[in-house]
């Protein structure tokens, strides 16, 4: 799959099912673990997410950034463990009128500069073979 090819689905778990051929039957994490990375399903509008995250992407579609601003106390368990050295396969969640597109946004690994609160992810590959 190369930048910018997507997946028509109305679910995580008929995107995962249409792009690995599994069978999930509900899925609601935005990250499944896959071959040693991680496949990472989110909106890159800039928008504060439910669980208190900005994510966006920058001008070039090179760097992913993440910020924290939602309450400390209602911080997931999940995100608060640090996620140095992962790579992820990004796809960016874009709502249609009836399903919603995954455009494939790059292979990205974790900037080791980065904090919990602050996250910057660099693209490393525009392509993946799923």
């Not at 899925?27 to 995250?53: A, E, P, R």
């Not at 009836?98 to 996250?119: C, E, H, I, P």
Request: with cysteine; proline share 2%; net charge positive.
């Amino acid at each position: 799959m190369k930048i910018g090819e997507y997946v028509s689905a109305k679910t995580h778990a008929e995107f995962i099912n249409r792009l690995l051929g599994t069978n999930y039957k509900g899925y609601g994490k935005c990250t499944l673990s896959y071959n040693n990375k991680v496949l990472w399903m989110i909106k890159l509008d800039g928008k504060k997410s439910k669980t208190g995250w900005i994510n966006s992407i920058s001008a070039d579609k090179n760097e992913i950034y993440e910020f924290f601003i939602g309450n400390p106390s209602e911080r997931m368990e999940s995100h608060k463990i640090p996620v140095a050295n992962q790579t992820r396969l990004v796809f960016d969640v874009i709502d249609g009128i009836r399903d919603r597109a995954y455009v494939f946004r790059g292979v990205f690994t974790y900037d080791n500069l980065s904090n919990n609160d602050k996250r910057v992810w660099k693209k490393i590959a525009n392509e993946y073979n799923f």
